[in-house]
């Protein structure tokens, strides 16, 4: 079945970097285009970025535009999420999933907490 795997959160301070990765298991991976999402403490799941099947094509969030870099590698089945220049609003379980495959899945998510 599809299968989402989340890691690389954790706890930085403002102005740091972080790399999420996304394993994406169940699917033909290649065929299909990626997001990820967060929800931040007693926020609604929100979207942040998305990525073409081919990886030519991004998107992303007014939030967080120029900021964080989506990418995706499909000989390892894996989608990234690079974030920089972090803020304490960045502070949220982010999660990564595929809008384009029904009945959705997610994964457990990853937190990433911006705190100094």
């Known amino acids: 079945q599809v299968q989402f795997v989340e890691s690389g959160g954790g706890l930085v301070q403002p102005g740091g970097s972080l790399r999420l990765s996304c394993a994406a298991s169940g699917f033909a991976f290649s065929r299909y285009a990626m997001s990820w999402y967060r929800q931040g403490p007693g926020k609604e799941r929100e979207w942040v970025a998305r990525i073409s099947a081919t990886g030519s094509t991004t998107i992303y969030a007014d939030s967080v535009k120029g900021r964080f870099t989506i990418s995706r590698d499909k000989a390892k089945n894996t989608m990234y999420l690079q974030m920089n220049s972090l803020k304490p609003e960045d502070t949220a379980v982010y999660y990564c999933?595929?809008?384009?495959?029904?009945?959705?899945?997610w994964g457990q998510g990853t937190q990433v907490t911006v705190s100094s």
């Open positions: 999933t595929s809008d384009d495959i029904a009945p959705r899945s």
